[in-house]
């Protein structure tokens, strides 16, 4: 059984840096193609960022230059460090494969820009 556990969030003010942490047991990291995900309030989940097995990255166009996905395969997880945070970025952050399976899904971690 998958599991996916994110840490790392919490209230910064605008301009401030989180990073977040997703831990994976049950799979292996080495052969999957990775994610962050968020979802604010009253809106879809949305992908934020992706990194593949070899590594190569994508990034939604709202956090390019500011968001960095990376991972560490023999510990079974995945970072995504998050620097000049906005209030626009205010959501649960999540991170699953991609693309993603809906029975993998954790509790995400909060994370909320305010001054």
């Known amino acids: 059984q998958v599991q996916l556990v994110e840490s790392g969030g919490g209230l910064v003010q605008p301009g401030g840096s989180l990073r977040l942490s997703c831990t994976a047991s049950g799979m292996l990291l080495y052969f999957k193609r990775m994610a962050w995900y968020r979802q604010a309030p009253g809106k879809q989940r949305e992908l934020v960022a992706s990194?593949?097995?070899?590594?190569?990255?994508n990034y939604v166009n709202s956090v390019k230059g500011r968001f960095t996905i990376s991972r560490d395969n023999p510990k079974s997880t995945v970072y995504l460090q998050m620097n000049n945070l906005k209030p626009e970025d205010t959501a649960v952050y999540f991170c699953?494969?991609?693309?993603?399976?809906?029975?993998?899904w954790g509790q995400g971690t909060q994370v909320t820009v305010s001054p």
């Open positions: 990194i593949a097995a070899g590594g190569s990255t």
């Open positions: 699953n494969v991609d693309p993603r399976r809906e029975d993998y």
